[in-house]
T-cell receptor, first 111, second 113 residues
């Protein structure tokens, strides 16, 4: 199975609401990154959090990392219809020698 | 600066044929990695090249191969195509694959009939 597993698989909210996605992983890491993918397109990097960091902000995004639980969460505040996309967490480093992406959370933001 | 360029964007092949996909990274990026995305398996890592050397490899059969040229452009090749190879193939470039952010191209969508 994938190193990173997102939860929930799908999330539907109204514009203006907050969206929270969770990611769990199995091995030690150097960093964890979140990406967004609009349907059938390439992935866009959102935010990177290093293993020695606990929280990071970027605009309307807030990412937390709990290395003891091997989990991360992505919070999107005040969501917009344009945030509709799939969101993936990806783990890097930690001796695994390869990048691993989770299965993704599909977010639908209704106007 | 220009982003990651993948060609071709769409292609249709038949079983048994081979295919070559190309990726031009962002100028200055020496790391290029490749991924296969399918509805059933999600995003799977294929391999990563840095300065013309394959540094990391995922769990794909030998039919999947790649290379990187001195200008950092990369190609991946799939021989003896199978129906299950139908997928979106994504290329990403970065300054350092295991540390930094990845910049993805729009992908090459391969359909095998």
């Amino acid at each position: 199975s994938q190193q990173g597993e997102e939860d929930p698989q799908a999330l539907s909210i109204q514009e203006g609401e907050n969206a929270t996605m969770n990611c769990s992983y199995k091995t030690s890491i150097n960093n964890l990154q979140w990406y967004r993918q609009n349907s059938g397109r390439g992935l866009v990097h959102l935010i990177l959090i290093r293993s020695n960091e606990r929280e990071k902000h970027s605009g309307r995004l807030r990412v937390t990392l709990d290395t003891s639980k091997k989990s991360s969460s992505l919070l999107i505040t005040a969501s917009r219809a344009a945030d509709t996309a799939s969101y993936f967490c990806a783990t890097f480093g930690g001796g695994v020698g390869k990048s691993t992406f989770g299965d993704g959370t599909t977010l639908t933001v209704k106007p | 600066k220009a982003g990651v360029t993948q060609t071709p964007r769409y292609l249709i092949k038949t079983r048994g044929q081979q295919v070559t996909l190309s990726c031009s990274p962002i100028s200055g990026h020496r790391s290029v990695s490749w991924y296969q995305q399918t509805p059933g398996q999600g995003l799977q890592f294929l391999f990563e090249y840095f300065s013309e050397t394959q540094r990391n490899k995922g769990n794909f059969p030998g039919r999947f191969s790649g290379r990187q040229f001195s200008n950092s452009r990369s190609e991946m090749n799939v021989s003896t195509l199978e129906l299950g190879d139908s997928a979106l193939y994504l290329c990403a470039s970065s300054l350092d694959w295991e540390i930094g952010e990845l910049f993805f191209g729009e992908g090459s969508r391969l359909t095998v009939l």
